[in-house]
Nanobody, 126 residues
Framework: VQLVESGGGSVQSGGSLRLSCAVS????????MGWFRQTLGKAREGVAS???????WYADSVKGRFTISQDNAKNTLYLQMISLKPEDTAKYFC?????????????????????WGQGTQVAVSS
């Protein structure tokens, strides 16, 4: 399984970006796909997830601003980000086969053991 992120960059506060994650070799999906982000010295944070049925979850910090979507025909996962804030600055990773938040009824997306891309950097300036 290979995941390759793209679409990161530098924007000003209030700007928008769309991240893409091209997925290959992933033929049997059981759990969620998701986006995580990480800044230096901090733990990886779950941002959004989607299951095979299209059920989505968002971290409170991005709810209403980020939208996760998937194009199964293109084997691509997206993260549309609007109204970006400086605190959104991080390296963003996409992941496959991560435990869906509703498995344990928690309001968080744990990294788990899955497949990961190399990440794409997002920088938001004030």
């Amino acid at each position: 399984v290979q995941l390759v992120e793209s679409g990161g960059g530098s924007v000003q506060s209030g700007g928008s970006l769309r991240l893409s994650c091209a997925v290959s070799g992933y033929t049997y999906r059981r759990h969620c796909m998701g986006w995580f982000r990480q800044t230096l010295g901090k733990a990886r944070e779950g941002v959004a997830s989607v299951d095979s049925g299209g059920v989505t979850w968002y971290a409170d910090s991005v709810k209403g601003r980020f939208t996760i979507s998937q194009d199964n025909a293109k084997n691509t996962l997206y993260l549309q980000m609007i109204s970006l804030k400086p605190e959104d600055t991080a390296k963003y990773f996409c992941a496959a086969e991560v435990p869906c938040p509703y498995y344990r009824g928690t309001n968080s997306l744990a990294p788990g053991v899955g497949y990961w891309g190399q990440g794409t950097q997002v920088a938001v300036s004030s």
